[in-house]
């Protein structure tokens, strides 16, 4: 497959080309620093230079186009301020969905964020976030030329991955790990029946591929 990754220098989207390319998938990460394309180089995806908080959504479905999947993992950061949550966790989310739409790719996943909701209530920086969020994930779900998938991880850690994991619509809140996240993700990407799913990721005791079939009805 090639697979099309937003966000291609974040801690989880590494992760993520490291093991798709370990797959033989052909990868390709959106960066916005050219500086960045060496990591991606060592990790074995292809850097593609773009900005999606600036581009156009013909920009970006011109480098959507052929994929078989696409994948948004990009984020504003911890230490960015309220515009940016809502210029790249719910702008360019959006941007990313509606590209791949116009290039004709169906198979979306989405790195959200637990507690995500449009509605959520509060002023703090945090409060923006899960807006934005949970606004990017309803637009994506309203996008039926999608088959889109949405990943709710808990709290991040860059621990070494256990590769256990608990994976269901609700988990309730708890840790995991990056490694797990990169590895739940190439799950989901090989098993299109997880498609219209949103579902929350914790650690747990289940192993990766074996929580993934569970939520696919294998």
């Not at 479905?61 to 790249?88: C, N, Q």
């Amino acid at each position: 497959m090639r697979i099309v990754i937003a966000g291609g220098h974040g801690q989880i989207a590494l992760r993520l080309e490291r093991l798709l390319a370990a797959r033989g998938n052909e990868v390709a990460g959106i960066i916005r620093k050219a500086e960045q394309g060496d990591d991606l180089r060592e990790a074995g995806a292809e850097p593609v230079l773009l900005d999606l908080e600036s581009a156009s959504v013909e920009e970006v479905a011109a480098h959507l186009r052929g994929a078989d999947a696409a994948v948004f993992a990009a984020g504003a950061g911890p230490g960015s301020g309220a515009t940016r949550k809502d210029t790249v966790d719910k702008g360019a989310a959006v941007l990313f969905a509606d590209a791949a739409v116009l290039a004709g790719v169906r198979r979306h996943v989405v790195v959200s964020s637990m507690g995500a909701d449009a509605n959520h209530q509060g002023d703090d920086v945090f409060d923006v976030y899960q807006r934005a969020k949970g606004e990017a994930d309803d637009h994506v779900r309203r996008l039926d030329a999608l088959d889109w998938t949405i990943l709710r991880p808990g709290a991040l850690t860059n621990d070494a991955g256990t590769g256990l994991v608990r994976l269901e619509a609700r988990t309730g809140r708890g840790p995991v790990t990056r490694d797990d996240v990169a590895a739940v993700v190439a799950e989901l990407l090989e098993t299109p029946a997880t498609a219209g799913l949103t579902l929350e990721l914790v650690a747990g005791s289940t192993p990766v591929s074996v929580a993934v079939k569970a939520v696919a009805g294998n």
